[in-house]
């Protein structure tokens, strides 16, 4: 099965009101104070305290790592998404949407609340012109999701010279395959995380671990095939070693036999060292 057809791209956008501002006046005042130079530095207001947005501030970090650990990078700010999990990364959206709005109507309803929060925090930094009106504020909260096909050399339907028509062809190529690299690369960032654990925690004898010491490689080694987008044999095959091998151990092993746990450091250090030339290559 191809990219194209492996996978969607998906952008998010989570928009809000702006939470600070450059103060020019109160720059150049410092600044003169002080005998420094203009690009010393600058003062930068604060519009909101941190509870008036605390919340939604929450809530969007949340909603940015699970976009985040759902994808793989791609061009631009667009993000791939295997299309086995476009069903449950929806579902999770729909869900967030209106748990986000809610948040945002309850900063909307105590607006006259926030802002004479502000003016008293303030005092004479206070500019009433740096602030929204309540519906140009609620305006700016916005959560916006889009998905589109992966670009493919096929989707020319314009009509152009062979010469120009080969160009964009390759130009595109080069940038898919680029995109594909770095989607790549971060998979196997993904999985060389847990391993550098795993074998800095059973390296000493004495540390103890939590049962996630292993069942996070487990949970990442169960999602390869859905983000392996390129059908990579050398990631599939790392992914065999790992549940083939480390994710059958039992944690409990590892903590009562000093061999056992030895050996499971000797697997994860050798798998990591087989990846490592992958990763070079990335990197050059």
Do not use: C
């Amino acid at each position: 099965m191809s990219l194209h057809e492996k996978s969607v791209l998906v952008d998010l956008s989570l928009g809000k009101v702006t939470t600070s501002r450059i103060d020019r006046t109160v720059t150049a005042d410092v600044l003169t104070a002080n005998s420094a130079k203009k690009n010393a530095g600058r003062w930068v207001n604060k519009l909101w305290s941190d509870e008036a947005l605390q919340a939604i501030t929450t809530h969007d970090s949340a909603t940015n790592s699970t976009h985040r650990d759902m994808t793989l990078p791609w061009l631009d700010k667009k993000r791939i998404l295997p299309t086995a999990r476009f069903d449950e990364y929806m579902a999770i959206m729909r869900l967030r949407k209106p748990e986000r709005q809610a948040l945002v109507d309850s900063f909307i309803q105590n607006y006259d609340h926030w802002l004479a929060e502000a003016r008293i925090a303030r005092t004479g930094l206070f500019n009433p012109a740096e602030y929204p009106s309540r519906h140009r504020a609620a305006a700016r909260f916005t959560f916006t999701l889009s998905a589109e096909p992966v670009p493919h050399r096929d989707d020319f339907r314009i009509s152009l010279s062979a010469p120009d028509m080969e160009e964009m062809q390759k130009s595109l190529d080069s940038r898919l395959s680029g995109a594909a690299d770095t989607a790549r690369n971060e998979l196997l960032e993904r999985i060389v995380k847990p391993l550098v654990i795993i074998v800095e925690r059973l390296s000493d004898p004495d540390a103890k671990f939590r049962d996630s010491l292993i069942g996070n490689l487990v949970e990442i080694a169960e999602a390869i095939p859905d983000f392996n987008i390129t059908d990579d044999p050398g990631i599939e095959a790392v992914r065999q070693r790992i549940t083939n091998g480390l994710g059958k151990i039992q944690p409990e092993s590892l903590r009562s036999s000093r061999s056992d746990r030895s050996r499971a450091a000797s697997e994860a250090n050798n798998i990591l060292a087989a990846i490592a030339p992958w990763m070079s290559e990335d990197a050059a």
